[in-house]
């Protein structure tokens, strides 16, 4: 009887650790610490998390942008203004900063700093005009 319960004890811490493997898996700190750009969405992220905006808005907000026009020394232009704020971002003024090509050229991971920030606060900008007001 004692074996019986000692080995469903046993049991259940083994098969408790496998479902629940959170102290297994430790996330990576420098996840957020950078910007993901996916060239083919036309999407920035920022690190690998869910945060992300759309460029296909700054079309009809492009007054939104001009924090971040002024910081990289150009203008957002057409006739496709998402593709070309990417372009911005991959190609940074007088390479101020590095890109880093990712997974066979869709993506591009670029660091946090005051021109990619700019960016961000931009995309956050045109978000809230469109979905908050």
């Not at 910081?71 to 998402?82: E, F, I, K």
Request: glycine share 6%; charged share 20%.
């Amino acid at each position: 009887m004692l074996y019986k319960i000692a080995m469903t004890l046993i049991l259940g811490s083994l098969l408790s650790g496998c479902i629940k493997t959170d102290n297994l898996l430790q996330r990576d700190p420098t996840a957020n610490q950078y910007y993901k750009l996916d060239s083919q969405d036309l999407r920035l992220c920022r690190g690998e998390s869910r945060n992300c905006y759309g460029l296909a808005h700054i079309v009809s907000a492009r007054e939104k942008l001009s924090e971040m026009e002024t910081m990289y020394g150009q203008r957002v232009s057409g006739p496709n203004y998402p593709v070309n704020f990417a372009r911005m971002l991959v190609n940074p003024p007088n390479g101020s900063y590095s890109v880093k090509q990712l997974e066979g050229g869709r993506f591009y991971q670029l660091p946090v700093n005051d021109y990619t920030d700019s960016a961000w606060s931009a995309l956050s900008q045109v978000h809230k005009a469109y979905y908050e007001n």
